[in-house]
């Protein structure tokens, strides 16, 4: 059984008893790569915006598709690059989803940008050196809905330099475009600079320009994957 809070109990100076109930960040686990954070539910994988860095795998299939997560804007994307050219916040961690599902994914941002299950990913740099490289893997998401701006895909807005998508699969796509003309819009990611491998999107995207079944763009490498989306748009489709 998946529990989100763990049950304390205080004795006090006069032997009274009282218990406490404290809520669990994660289901176990230190964030370490020897010792990943575990995460189980909806509120433990909204934690992993608390720990950029760290190592994650996710031992339960977990549905966005209710509330609180499905209201209003719907998920917070993890990482952003609103600091730019300052590189933001980005995901710089590891999660491997271990071949679960996450099933309900619903956003709803049109005026907001790097718009997915994580918002940006790029890899971890201390000092000007690569620490390790970002990775999202063994992943797969199911019925997905996504309004927004510009860089939107499934599991990653950006998918940026030292990042990987590796063994993922989103079905069930529902992407559409506000008011952008460049949209870049992608089944998996909206904007590729990273590594994408072995994964499969399947759907549909209706965009302006810079649409694309796996990715809006691309200028790092996709290799072994493939899409079965339907796009819409003006122009740069593929």
Known sequence: EITETMKIQV????????????KLMFADGQGTQEDPYQVATAYHLNNVRRYLDAYYVQTADINLGVPPWNEGEGWNPIGDDKDYPDYGNPFSGIYDGQNHTISGLTINRPDEYDIGLFGYMT?????????????VKNLKLDNISITGKQK???????????????DCEATGIDIRYSESFYDLFGGLAGRNNGIISDSYAEGTIAGTTMVGGISGTNSGSITRSSADVEISGQGWLG
């Open 123 to 135: 890899g971890k740099v201390e000092n000007y050196e690569l620490i390790h490289q970002s990775e």
């Open 152 to 166: 939107v895909g499934s599991i990653a807005g950006q998918n940026y330099y030292n990042s990987k998508i590796i």
């Open 11 to 22: 004795t006090a100076e006069d032997a009274s008893k009282k218990e406490y109930s404290l």
